[in-house]
């Protein structure tokens, strides 16, 4: 065999099994689609194909109720049903939109141009009917037209904490609130029933529909009391009312647990009337200021003040100030950063003079919390803002949470930060304040607070439970302690003397801020607030109380004090608490 016979054999043999690796690749890649197809793909290309000679009508799953802690129930169904229908199978168009027009009250020609429009699969004829209504269009049986159940939310209390409940869209899917929130328990898993047709939609003679049932939602208990909300919101609506105020709230707490026991957002709306065709009125009623909305405190913050300075002084923190000896400066004025800040008293005839720290709350003396902020200094005054949680969300379980307004430390000027010390140029929610009080005053123990405290199937089987969750501690026991006893003494001999309840021990701190618009103070306008619980040295309740922009009085002592003073009496009557020995 020659040189160039040899060359030949070579080039054909690697042509060969170019040609093998070839066809061996493009085997690999057909088997591989195959087996794709086959093992992958398989459900999918199953439901196309029963998609293209079947059509399907829903079968809506059973919406989970809501209910109170006491399994009162807050939101339910009303039973409905959906009119559907296929074009494609109505055999007399005319007729059976004559006959629908007729038992739906419906236009003749809307629903004539519905049955007609054979560009859609399912038409939607009516979304909710009654059960009277589908049985007297069952009876015409007509042809193409076809029948669901589509219950409609119903909420027994109307306006009752409807921003806490919230609502849902025309679909029955939780919208705000709880409904939104925790919408994958409730909503549950639609089913269908599906009907043999032909490429075109029309029914197969004699085929037989196949049904897939829905799945019912799961069921929402709440940490609320129904009762504790109605009287917090008859309590409530009597003060915004009284005052013409722009808004009146009211955030009810266990301070064992943080648990919501009640949250009020006035003005209100009955969540049975929803003013759909208006977003903005409906954005404004059904936002939960309480956990969305920030706002500067005013006094109430005085309690985290003093928290920290008794808290430092039992760490024997030399810069602390003895909360128990210590005497504060006589003068009526405090000036830093060339801003002077005034006591509201103008301390005349040795009025608000010589002062400690319990009457400093009890006269709720702004320069007197300037003092305990600086000797404290903003390092350490910042630590407990951090274990406050001001500046961060608490963990509701609740949508739309505001983080609040804190200036970074690195930023502050002392003005500023002497500011703090009273409760101004720092901005809270409601919610992260009443948190905050609770903690200080509990012990020094900071939950996560919750609204919902488990979900539960039909046959009551809790299927998921929210057990209080610990976040951190504050302050210790001793500091709590000897707060909560000056804190008593500001309702006993102090500006909360309006919700002194003979009997029993409350205590708390009243607050009055100036709004500020546009970067300046808004003349005549006030936020008027009082934080409160009892009884002192073991709390079990615990309110605050919020009053926008009142008319006339503001002061929080006159204006906010009382409600909760109402507020808590009403709690002694629905629970019987008895009064504490003498």
Request: hydrophobic residues 40%.
């Amino acid at each position: 065999m020659n040189i160039k016979t040899e060359f030949s054999l070579s080039v054909l043999q690697k042509r060969l099994f170019a040609v093998i690796l070839a066809i061996t690749f493009l085997f690999c890649i057909f088997l591989g689609r195959f087996l794709y197809i086959q093992l992958v793909w398989e459900d999918t290309l199953h439901y196309r194909a029963l998609d293209q000679w079947t059509r399907e009508i829903p079968v809506n799953a059973g919406r989970g109720v809501i209910v109170d802690t006491n399994g009162e129930l807050l939101a339910g169904n009303r039973a409905g049903y959906g009119v559907y229908a296929r074009a494609s199978a109505v055999e007399d168009a005319a007729s059976a939109a004559g006959i629908l027009a007729e038992k739906l009250g419906g236009d003749y020609q809307t629903i004539y141009e519905k049955l007609t429009d054979r560009s859609k699969s399912e038409i939607t004829i009516a979304r909710r009917t009654t059960k009277e209504v589908v049985a007297a269009l069952a009876e015409n049986e007509v042809k193409g037209v076809y029948y669901s159940r589509n219950d409609e939310r119903v909420y027994p209390y109307g306006a009752l904490a409807s921003q806490v409940i919230g609502f849902t869209a025309y679909d029955r899917s939780g919208t705000t609130g709880v409904e939104g929130y925790y919408n994958r328990y409730l909503a549950g898993e639609n089913g269908q029933i599906l009907f043999e047709t032909d490429l075109v939609g029309v029914d197969l003679e004699g085929a037989s529909a196949a049904y897939l049932p829905a799945t019912d939602g799961l069921n929402v208990r709440l940490t609320l009391d129904y009762r504790i909300q109605s009287l917090a919101e008859e309590v409530m609506a009597r003060a915004y009312a009284a005052y013409s105020a722009k808004a009146a709230r009211a955030i009810i707490l266990d301070p064992n647990d943080f648990s919501v026991l009640a949250m009020v957002n006035l003005p209100s709306y009955d969540l049975n009337d929803i003013p759909r065709n208006d977003l903005d009125t409906l954005n404004a009623l059904s936002r939960n200021a309480l956990v969305s909305d920030v706002y500067e405190p005013g006094s109430t913050f005085k309690i985290i003040t003093a928290a920290a300075d008794i808290e430092e002084h039992l760490k024997g923190n030399p810069k602390a100030l003895d909360p128990q000896t210590y005497v504060f400066s006589s003068a009526r004025t405090r000036t830093v950063d060339g801003t002077t800040i005034k006591c509201w008293s103008d301390h005349k005839n040795g009025k608000h003079t010589c002062q400690t720290l319990a009457e400093a709350l009890n006269n709720s003396c702004n320069p007197c919390f300037v003092d305990l902020a600086l000797a404290l200094g903003k390092q350490t005054f910042y630590d407990y803002l951090a274990a406050f949680r001001f500046g961060r969300a608490t963990g509701i379980d609740f949508s739309g949470e505001s983080i609040g307004m804190l200036l970074p430390e690195n930023t502050l000027r002392d003005c500023d930060f002497a500011r703090i010390g009273f409760g101004q140029s720092i901005a809270v929610t409601p919610l992260q304040l009443a948190c905050a009080a609770a903690s200080a005053v509990n012990g020094g123990n900071y939950y996560s607070p919750r609204i919902v405290e488990e979900i539960f199937s039909a046959d009551g089987s809790v299927r998921e439970k929210t057990s209080p969750a610990l976040v951190g501690k504050t302050v210790s026991a001793e500091a709590s302690r000897i707060l909560s006893g000056m804190l008593e003494g500001v309702v006993r001999e102090g500006s909360g003397k309006k919700a002194y309840i003979e009997g029993y021990r409350v205590a708390g701190k009243t607050g009055t801020a100036q709004k500020y618009e546009n970067g300046a103070i808004a003349q005549g306008k006030y936020v008027s607030s009082f934080i409160g619980y009892f009884p002192a040295d073991a709390p079990r309740y615990l309110a605050l109380v919020i009053v926008d922009e009142p008319q006339g009085s503001y002061y929080g002592s006159t204006v906010a004090a009382p409600c909760a003073k109402e507020i808590f009496e009403g709690i002694i009557r629905i629970f019987d608490i008895p009064e504490v020995e003498a």
